[in-house]
């Protein structure tokens, strides 16, 4: 079975400072990975997205993830973190093992970015 | 395009009600998600369908709960009865075979 841990329940940083929310998964084929912004109240807005290619993925509003294979990781960064980046990241997963017609998507619990001014 | 669309956003209903929640998945998307997220247990995915048909559901919890898409731009999930346990925030999600999840804004559910 598929899963994803985000070992951090929350994380905090300094305004200017760069960050890291940390993510590994299982699967027992090749990865496609996620990465998802939750602002209060508000439903879940895509980031970025790791399908093939080169290991540095670039999304949206400056944020940026490595996919490592060997580590089974895909941490997402940003060099300089912004107060309006405090919010509820979470990590995702789909299984491209799982057969045809099958499209598990599968969450971490999310972890609590929260920037300091 | 409009996005996920659900509705109501928000639910407030008596225990043992019955509860109908909406979803209108983005149009040419073939996949179709329902969500529920929770403090305790976070995102639990409990059905999803594709091309109209329900491919997993056994993250439904319990009998209570049922889901249909009678045709590509609609579904719906259904709690009877429902019971306090069930507040959560549901969440639809649909997409297409190779791309990213796209979320609606989510149902507040509220079972007193």
């Known amino acids: 079975a598929q899963s994803v841990a985000q070992p951090e329940d929350q994380v905090n940083v300094a305004e200017g400072n760069p960050l890291t929310v940390k993510c590994t998964y299982s699967?027992?084929?090749?990865?496609?990975l996620f990465w998802y912004v939750q602002y209060p109240n508000r439903g879940l807005q895509f980031l970025l997205k790791y399908i093939t290619g080169d290991n540095l993925v670039k999304g949206s509003y400056g944020f940026e993830a490595e996919f490592n294979k060997s580590q089974t990781s895909f941490h997402l960064k940003k060099p300089s973190a912004l107060v309006s980046d405090s919010a509820l990241y979470f990590c995702a997963v789909r299984d491209t093992g799982s057969g045809a017609g099958s499209y598990q998507l599968t969450f971490g619990k999310g972890t609590k970015l929260s920037v300091i001014p | 395009d409009a996005g996920v669309i659900q509705s109501p956003r928000h639910e407030v209903t008596e225990m043992g009600q019955e509860v109908t929640l909406r979803c209108k998945p983005i149009?040419?998307?073939?996949?179709l998600f329902w969500y529920r997220q929770t403090m305790m247990r976070g995102l639990e995915l409990l059905i999803y369908?594709?091309?109209?048909?329900?491919?997993?559901d056994s993250g439904m919890p319990e009998d209570r709960f049922s889901a249909k898409m009678p045709n590509a731009s609609f579904s719906t999930l259904k709690i009877q009865p429902s019971e306090p346990r069930d507040s959560a925030v549901y969440f639809c999600?649909?997409?297409?075979?190779?791309?990213?999840?796209?979320f609606g804004q989510g149902t507040r559910l509220t079972v007193v």
């Open positions: 999600a649909s997409t297409s075979s190779f791309a990213e999840a796209f």
């Open positions: 699967v027992s084929g090749n990865p496609y």
């Open positions: 369908f594709n091309n109209n048909v329900p491919i997993d």
């Open positions: 149009s040419g998307h073939d996949y």
